[in-house]
């Protein structure tokens, strides 16, 4: 693909040479010639205030093709020092255009739809055309999978699970029955969709289980990175809504209902019940406590540890343990700083 090409299909404006091929996509200090690269906020941040900065950058940078912001500064010097420009696409944001662009420039190559020999298809199990089963994965009973969707080598799918379309089913990932998975969704190898959750009852004097008879629904284009887990509800639903992205290790507890277009980072983990509302953002190693609420476009800073039935209110943004606002937060930090001085001193 060339630059023209690249652009037309942006619906972005180029400026430079747009004949020039572009190879792969890399980071702009690894770039070369032939590659594609982006230019950070960061960077941009820094050229707008002083822009002789974006011409350092380019100059450093051998890159065949940079995306670039629309308000990025103007008349780049080649990299040679020729009269040709250097070579650009003006974008809105680069980061989500570079996203799109690695689709076209490294297309992914998905297997031949197909059955593998050695895959177990339970009875009455439904595998819409177009759709790719591999090697060792077992299906259940009543299964049902959508157009085009793929199950990798060795996972396994419970009875009466249902599987939208245009789905990835990454290698050795389990789901347990009764599971409803939308479209495009992303399962990464090791996940495990539907366990039990943490039930228990203790009577006279040891726990005993509460049987978890509840199911799980996943809303459409969802990802779930690896080893992550989402439990059954104990009774009724446990809900991740449409766009909402998991990092690897998050553990969802059961009866959760996390909202559209949340953001959870790894090591993360959800008690039951808890609420995010759409939009979320949950750094990673955050441990949220049961029937806690999380409003919408609020932000839990990493490392925090949200307290039991505790209510973060819509855009807030809390960190620490127990979590609080976040000038509060550094607030504190800074007198447990004068006062660690202060010691210091008086020793």
Not at 43 to 54: C, G, I, Q, T, Y
Not at 83 to 108: E, G, L, M, N, Y
Not at 255 to 283: M, P
């Amino acid at each position: 693909m060339n630059v023209k090409e690249l652009a037309a299909w942006l619906d972005a404006p180029w400026e430079g040479d747009g004949s020039r091929e572009l190879r792969k996509v890399a980071a702009i200090e690894d770039a070369g010639p032939d590659d594609l690269s982006f230019v950070t906020k960061a960077v941009v941040a820094r050229a707008l205030k002083n822009p002789e900065d974006a011409v350092k950058l380019l100059n450093a940078s051998p890159a065949g093709c940079l995306l670039v912001p629309d308000n990025f500064p103007d008349n780049f010097p080649a990299v040679d020092s020729a009269s040709t420009p250097r070579t650009v696409i003006r974008v809105k944001d680069p980061r989500a255009a570079v996203a799109r662009a690695i689709t076209q420039i490294h297309p992914r190559k998905d297997p031949q739809p197909g059955i593998h020999p050695t895959a177990v298809i339970g009875s009455g199990a439904k595998i819409a055309p177009g759709c790719f089963v591999g090697p060792h994965a077992v299906l259940g009973e009543a299964v049902s999978i959508g157009e085009g969707s793929m199950v990798d080598a060795g996972s396994v799918i419970g009875d009466r699970v249902n599987i939208g379309e245009h789905c990835r089913i990454h290698a050795n990932v389990t789901i347990y029955a009764d599971v409803t998975i939308g479209s495009g969704v992303v399962l990464h190898s090791g996940c495990v969709i539907g366990a039990d959750g943490f039930g228990f009852v203790f009577s006279n004097g040891r726990y005993e289980n509460f049987p978890q008879i509840g199911r799980v629904e996943l809303g459409d284009r969802v990802e779930i990175g690896a080893n992550s887990c989402v439990d059954r509800a104990a009774l009724g639903v446990t809900v991740i809504g449409e766009g909402t992205k998991l990092d690897n290790m998050v553990h969802i507890g059961h009866n959760c209902r996390i909202g559209k277009h949340v953001v959870i980072a790894a090591q993360t983990g959800l008690s039951g019940g808890v609420v995010v509302e759409d939009y979320a953002v949950i750094g990673g190693q955050v441990g949220i406590g049961d029937k806690a609420r999380i409003e919408t476009r609020a932000v839990l800073g990493s490392g925090s540890g949200i307290l039991t039935s505790k209510i973060v209110r819509s855009g807030q943004v809390v960190w620490g343990t127990p979590a609080r606002p976040l000038k509060e937060h550094l607030a504190s930090l800074a007198v447990l700083s004068r006062m660690t001085k202060k010691r210091k001193t008086a020793d």
